[in-house]
């Protein structure tokens, strides 16, 4: 492994970072009688089913085709109609360790910059905090214990009010007043450390203000969908499908 690559890395991740997770479209549905429900959990298990099949053999999606993407999108679009919260910004279930099953983020959201890793996001809702974790060369089951490369990105949330990030006169998305907060949150970026064989190599701050919107469009107790956006505008999302880590339960 050469110095340069390493350099090249850093280099990559510190002008990179800033796409680093952010989220979409959710119907906020409440809670339907018992009959229907039954109905949407097992509608729910079959969509997920389907994700799994459609994204088999593509390497989460790094390798995936434009037709393959083209039907992933489509049924990550049917689950997100079946999102069974009102509110899942504000579910306890955001809480944990989750994994980006799929995404069609470019680097390092994807996991990918000179090498191919794992991708990873820690949320703490007491503290409004998260961690957004690329681990290269891990072991283990999920590839991310004893990694010889890592990047973390350390940030703070807040419920999202509704202003586009790249206003300057405070417009809105929506002046019905719509409750943003129960699917959307606002995260701003703090600081990005790349480790070599578990030892701090290079840490550096984002510019003060440097911030995303997150919408949940989907969340039950093992996944989640989120649409990252630039501004707070549908069209410059990015597209997260992650599954929990089993593991920190």
Known sequence: MRVVHIVALIVALHMKASLAFAPSRCN???LPAL???NGKVAAIADVKSQITNALADTDRGRSISQSQRNEVHSLLSQLESLCPLSEPARDPRMEGSWYVYYTDAPPPSNGQLLWKGIAKQVIDLDGR????????GGKGDNKDQ???LMAMLDADWTEWDGVYLDSENNNTANASGEDFGAT???VTFESITISLFGKPLFTQ???????RTWKMTYLDDTTRIVRAGKTGREDDDWLFYMTRDQ???
Do not use: H, I
Not at 205 to 211: H, I, L
């Open 129 to 136: 905090r998260y961690r957004n974790e690329l681990f290269v």
């Open 184 to 186: 959307t949150w606002k």
């Open 205 to 211: 701050q984002f510019k003060a203000g440097t911030s």
């Open 28 to 30: 906020n549905l409440r």
């Open 35 to 37: 009959p229907v429900f």
């Open 146 to 148: 004893d990694a010889w």
């Open 247 to 249: 593991s920190a339960n």
